[in-house]
């Protein structure tokens, strides 16, 4: 079975900083993919980023950048320029690579907040 | 793209009713869908996999007498809390994902239900 580990229960910054989250996973599956979603006070689940584990470059989407380290099974995510719509919680969400059984296997979570 | 819709965003009934929850893909075919629960301050726990045409498949610990999944179409998914109790009070979010296979889940906008 998969489990996802978010280490960091909350963080805080101040608007414009950058800010890191950390996940790891532990897996014996060689391919497999990994997200990021948001989830604001609003409770709506947003994808962030999605990371392809047979690909060695790093995903990016905007000031959002992931730091994929296939060996060390981590998979953290950068903020830069935070603003303050980027308060929310964050999860890290594992999914393996076979049709039908495409099941997300959450962290519990990082509560962010950027300080004006 | 990828819009999916969930109805109510908020329920409140008395004990002992039976609701019915729909989630539907508004621009593209979902072959699966999920239901998940969410307690407060707390990651997204998987309740069941819904796949069109065939029947749920559950996660361990969850009652299907008590949560009926019903996925009639490509579109739409239904969760229904059947003969609810105060225990049952609780957010519940529903996701679907494009047949391809890797893509990423995408998270209608969540129920919160609440039994008096």
């Known amino acids: 079975a998969q489990t996802v580990t978010q280490s960091q229960p909350e963080m805080s910054v101040q608007e414009a900083e950058t800010v890191t989250l950390s996940c790891t996973y532990d897996?014996?599956?060689?391919?497999?993919?990994l997200f990021w979603y948001k989830q604001p006070p609003s409770r709506q689940m947003i994808l962030v980023i999605r990371q392809e584990a047979y690909k060695q470059q790093n995903a990016t989407e905007n000031r959002f950048s992931v730091n994929f380290q296939k060996a060390a099974k981590s998979f953290s995510l950068k903020i830069s320029d935070s603003q303050l719509g980027d308060t929310a919680m964050y999860f890290c969400a594992f999914m393996k690579h076979v049709f039908g059984n495409e099941k997300l296997t959450f962290g519990t979570g990082t509560r962010l907040t950027i300080i004006p | 793209g990828a819009v999916v819709s969930q109805h109510p965003s908020r329920v409140i009934c008395k004990s002992g009713t039976s609701v019915k929850i729909e989630c539907r893909s508004l621009d593209f075919q979902a072959t699966t869908m999920f239901w998940y629960r969410q307690f407060p301050k707390q990651s997204l726990m998987l309740m069941a996999t819904s796949n069109e045409g065939s029947k749920a498949t559950y996660e361990q610990g969850v009652e299907k007498d008590k949560f009926l999944i019903n996925h009639a179409s490509l579109t739409l998914s239904t969760l229904t809390v059947t003969s609810a109790h105060p225990e049952d009070s609780s957010f519940y979010i529903c996701?679907?994902?494009?047949?391809?296979?890797?893509?990423?889940?995408?998270f209608g906008d969540g129920t919160r239900l609440s039994i008096l």
């Open positions: 897996t014996s599956e060689s391919n497999y993919y």
């Open positions: 996701s679907a994902k494009i047949t391809q296979g890797g893509q990423p889940q995408h």
